[in-house]
């Protein structure tokens, strides 16, 4: 009876699970490329998200998050259905700070097969016209 409950919920578990819109692999690639640097903040940044049917990055937010000139390093972060770029403020001293997050992307279950190679391009053009190393 225990055998057949776990084979149950191993199955519901593995049917059920969702794969991650990036790989590990490649989100870990990306990151080492892009923590290589510090960057630049070229314009004031606010909270953005990337629309997929307009092809165009959208500002979320009318407060400043980040100053322009301000350094910054740069990090990804992603789960099952999204994907997001957190900077790191490098004239920020507070012990607590964890960054803040400026720009995301949300992917639908109609669009789950965006390739990653589309993603990198959307946030490395993101990262580009905003910052310079």
């Not at 919920?9 to 819109?21: D, E, G, P, R």
């Not at 001293?93 to 803040?100: I, N, R, S, V």
């Not at 669009?111 to 016209?129: H, L």
Request: net charge positive; hydrophobic share 40%; charged share 30%.
């Amino acid at each position: 009876m225990f055998k057949n409950f776990v084979l149950f919920f191993s199955f519901v578990f593995l049917f059920f699970c969702k794969t991650q819109i990036v790989k590990k692999k490649e989100l870990e690639a990306w990151n080492k490329e892009i923590m290589k640097s510090h960057y630049v903040t070229i314009n004031d940044l606010y909270l953005y998200e990337y629309n997929f049917k307009k092809k165009e990055f959208e500002k979320i937010t009318s407060n400043i998050i980040i100053k322009k000139t301000t350094p910054v390093k740069l990090e990804l972060e992603s789960t099952d259905d999204w994907l997001r770029i957190r900077a790191f403020d490098l004239n920020n001293t507070k012990k607590e700070y964890l960054g803040d997050v400026i720009f995301y992307i949300t992917i639908q279950e109609d669009s789950k097969n965006i390739p990653s190679d589309e993603i990198k391009s959307i946030i490395f053009n993101f990262i580009n016209m905003n910052f310079k190393n």
